[in-house]
Structures are given as C-alpha cells and as structure tokens.
C-alpha cells in the first residue's frame, strides 16, 4: 500500500495546456504539501494545506491552482502552462503543520515536460 | 537569500571513505529533518532532530544537531556505492500564526566510486 501515491508519473504536454495532477495520502494525516523540484534539485514548497484548509501558499503564479475536496487529497490544477514549469512536482504529507516534529512523507514525483 | 545552507554542493568519494554533509541556518530549528532522494525517486526520510545537541544513528549514518539548533551535520562512515544519491536537509521554518513551512537546503549530491 502506497502512502502518499500521485499521478501520473509523467506528463508531456504543449504550451498553453491546462493539466491536473492528482495526489492522495492514506497515512490519515491532517497536513498536505506541493512541491516544485527544479533542474538543479531545489526542492521548493509551493503550497500547504491543513485540514483541507490552504495554510501557506508561496509566491506562486494564480495559473496553479490547488484543491483538496478532503484532508486525504490534494490536487494541484495549473493553466495555461509554460516552458518554465517544466519540473518534477512532489506531493507530501505529514501528521501536522510542524513545529518540531512532524517529519513528511513524500510521494514519486510527478515529471511533468513542457514543449 | 537561502534559509537553509547545505554544504558541500557536491561530493565524490571513494568507497570505504568516511564523509560529513552540513547543514546550517541563521534562525534556530525547530525540527530538522534529513532526506535521501536517488535519480528519478522520492524522498526517502532518513533522521528527525529536535533537541539542542541531539545526535541519531542509522546504520552507518550518524546526524547531529548543535546546541544551538542552528546547524546540523550528517556523517556516513565507511560509505558504500548505495549511499550515493542526493541528501536534502529540511527544517521546519515559522510562517506565522501557528502554521510553520517545511523548506529545504539545496542539497548535496553524493556519488561513491567502487
């Protein structure tokens, strides 16, 4: 049984899409993240959710728009895609917002190619 | 600029070899965490330290934090080829109200030559 399971694993798509990638956690956490891992590896948070309820919402671009209709599920839909989102996307749970503690639990990725 | 500072970017060892990764921060750490991630993968967790001095062991993988909780350094000894891969520390950072974002270091690309 996958913990934190997303898909799909790849994407391939053109410029001006829209597309969704799914997310879902069965380790009963109350916490979601996304993240963005860049060609040089940096893992950065885009968003969090707590509880269904967004707790932390980076500086990122309005086409990303994320949803969680439950506190097991946290999709991320992102319009008009560009060049530059091309990335491996990642999503990760954990049992509660942190403060010392509450170590994440990460899903495969998500490679999604934009051309 | 960077919260977390990881130190090496990277580092080619041979096998047998011991080596240390660093991790260091200007604002104290409330949980800091370390990952391993192989080409293509997830992150896997690897450590938690939350005290001031703490030190974990897994295997041949030792991780400390400082008195001060603002630096952390993991040390693997004798490394093997299935150590290699990249380390990320990450450390729970406060974003305000009660809610505290988990950010990550650039992390270091560890490769060990048979």
């Known amino acids: 049984d996958t913990a934190v399971s997303q898909t799909p694993k790849y994407l391939v798509t053109q410029m001006g899409n829209d597309k969704s990638i799914k997310c879902e956690q069965n380790?009963?956490?109350?916490?979601m993240y996304w993240y963005k891992q860049d060609s040089k590896k940096f893992l950065k948070i885009m968003f969090s959710?707590?509880?269904?309820?967004?707790?932390i919402n980076e500086t990122v671009p309005n086409r990303f728009s994320p949803k969680s209709p439950d506190k097991a599920h946290l999709n991320l839909h992102i319009n008009s895609l560009e060049l530059g989102d091309s990335a491996v996307y990642f999503c990760?749970?954990?049992?509660?917002?942190?403060?010392?503690?509450?170590?994440?639990?990460f899903g495969q990725g998500t490679r999604l190619t934009v051309v | 600029s960077q919260e977390l500072e990881q130190s090496p970017q990277s580092l080619i060892v041979q096998e047998g070899k011991n080596l240390t990764i660093n991790c260091t921060s200007s604002?104290?750490?409330?949980?800091l965490y370390w990952y391993k991630q192989k080409y293509g993968e997830g992150l896997i967790f690897l450590m938690m330290?939350?005290?001031?001095?703490e030190e974990k062991s897994h295997e041949k993988i030792t991780a400390k934090l400082d008195e001060k909780k603002q630096q952390s350094s993991l040390h693997i000894t004798a490394s093997q080829p299935s150590h290699a891969g990249i380390y990320l520390c990450?450390?729970?950072?406060?974003?305000?109200?009660?809610?505290?974002?988990?950010?990550f270091g650039k992390g270091t690309l560890l490769t060990v030559n048979p």
């Open positions: 959710y707590n509880n269904k309820e967004l707790i």
């Open positions: 380790l009963g956490h109350d916490t």
């Open positions: 604002k104290t750490l409330y949980g």
């Open positions: 990450g450390a729970d950072m406060y974003s305000g109200g009660s809610n505290y974002k988990l950010t």
């Open positions: 330290l939350q005290k001031g001095g």
């Open positions: 990760a749970s954990s049992l509660r917002t942190g403060g010392a503690g509450t170590e994440a639990f």
